[in-house]
């Protein structure tokens, strides 16, 4: 039996402000994760990324990020999303301070 | 210090501009991101987690106060208002627009500064000695030579896609304060019977393989350093391993082919080449070498600064950590550590970056340096200056006390930024200095080097560190793996794994138990912990970093 598909978001860094985007259900690039669209299974996950991919004038190194959803809010599972969602540990910088 | 020529200004102006339209050309479609980001590369670009970092060049870590002063404005008018000082001697600023590159390496470039092979397969910023010029211990000044080698390297057509990063240190003391033993190429100044030369060491490097460099050449003569130089990174530019990313570094050439084989093709490759540079280099050199005259040193009382030793503890404990001998008796090395306690270390501000250049100009001869290990050096300094550059250093939080102890942590920046790290490692630092600093035991532990990666690439150079920290991603959870007994300086050594990682909530504890652990068992207060650690072994320190283990043994 297959691995159960785990839930997926589209992400990438803006090409010209270099930071975290996440692609929604009606493709846009969201600087929220909240707003991503989830993707519940594989062959929609690779569909998804090659449309990221094809937007190489607006972003850069698109990939799948896992994510669990909490109350239908999609929340990263690995340590390293998580502070790409927020910003660095050590000031108050990036999305931690420009999306309050 | 060197002053750039018509040619200098000309081939940086020239080269910012081929990377403007290369960055409009990436912008307007022009260029996928596949064919722009060697080309970001190659001029310091890097994309990281949160942003776009950009790494500008220090060579060999010496620059004026002009130049800091530029530093800053780069700081304020295109990124956060501050910058992060590395371990090779470059500075980066973790918040640069793509569009605004350009403008950035154009204001860079009025000053003579440049981010040019600051990343990509090429030969990095040469770095060197932070007390170049100033150390009493130091034979030659290995600035010159440093020089001549960044000239040599940069746009080196023969070595701009070589199989992997190639770094070269530069020292001109015995001392080894800049790790020429962990990098591809270390030089090494000496005279020998009179006569100037070099100790060439090839294949140190730290990394997922660390390795301490070999002797290759033991004597070799001043004029024959770049055909020497050359055929060492032809010889590896043709052997180098390409198929393999884990191993296509020098070191593992060396490792894999063995030092005399290494040694014979270099020979050889030298006796061809030698012909070619037919002296111009050596003329280059001596023009290189007047400019790198030393200032011209003052004469005076050093009362003042004696009056505050005696009656002010807090000048006299800063003046005890942070300063160092000058090669004239009348003259200090300052260190300022930008490395408060709770800070990330090696960050400055735009305001003391400017603080600093202020300093340097008013008081030190307009030089400033910064060092592998983060910190910024005042080289030249007359002691009757010292309590008055004390005083305005503490009005700008930069006179903490902490240089060579155990908060002057190396760390590199880790997953706060950097998109290659498994695990953070600023505020692991920031808390073991903040622990320590409440325990007030920083003077009682005295010398000791922690060194912190957030990664097995190891820019935090935790495998030479007498506590070394790796942070690792373990199972999707921070892990941090200790190791002792590593050595930065001429005795360079690898550190030893203590054990299993600690978790990201227990490594600050295991490292007071590890201090614990010496403070119990040193000779006196003189014996480092590194010390104790080579009497000891690693036997006492693991009791004290794994409890559990003794207690189920028992």
Known sequence: MSKPFTPKVVTANALLEGDVVYLTADDRWSRLLSEAEVIEDAAHGDLRVLHGSSQADVVVGVYLIDVALEDGVPQPTHFREEFRTRGPSNYNHGKQAELV | MYQYNDFDRDFLAERNAQFRAQVERRIDGSLTEDEFKPLRLMNGLYLQLHAYMLRVAIPYGTLNAGQMDVLADVADKWDKGYGHFTTRQNIQYNWPKLRDVPDMLDALGEVGMHAIQTSGNTIRNVTADHFAGAAKDEVADPRPTAELLRQWSTDHPEFQFLPRKFKLAVTGSKNDRAVIKAHDIGIRLLTRDGVEGYEIIVGGGLGRTPMIGKVLREFLPKADLLPYCEAIVSVYNLLGRRDNKYKARIKITVHENGIETIRDLVEERFALLKPQFGGVDQEMLKGIEAQFALPEFTTGSVAAFKDAYHNDPVFRSWADTNLTAHKNDEYSIVSISIKKHGQTPGDATSAQMREMAAIAREFAHNELRISHEQNVILPHV?????????????????????????????????????????????????????????????????????????????????????????????????????????????????????????????????????????????????????????????????????????????
């Open chain 2, 382 to 554: 007359h002691k009757s200056h010292l309590p008055a550059i004390h005083a305005r250093l503490k009005a700008a939080d930069l006179a903490t006390a902490n240089i060579g102890k155990i908060s002057d942590i190396i760390a590199c920046p880790g997953m706060d930024y950097c998109a290659l790290a498994t695990a953070r490692s600023i505020p692991v630092a920031q808390q073991i200095a903040t622990r320590f600093d409440e325990l007030k035991l920083e003077h009682e532990i005295g010398d000791l080097k922690i060194k912190i990666s957030g990664c097995i690439n190891a820019c935090g150079h935790h495998h030479v560190g007498h506590i070394g920290i790796l942070g690792l991603d373990r199972a999707g959870v921070e892990n941090y793996q200790i190791t002792l007994g590593g050595d930065h300086t001429e005795t360079a050594a690898v550190g030893e794994r203590a054990g299993p990682g600690f978790a990201y909530d227990e490594i600050v504890p295991a490292i007071e138990r590890l201090i614990g652990a010496y403070l119990e068992h040193r000779e006196n207060d003189a014996e480092r912990f590194i010390d104790a650690y080579r009497r000891l072994g690693l036997a006492p320190f693991k009791a004290a970093l794994y409890p559990e283990a003794k207690a189920n043994a028992a």
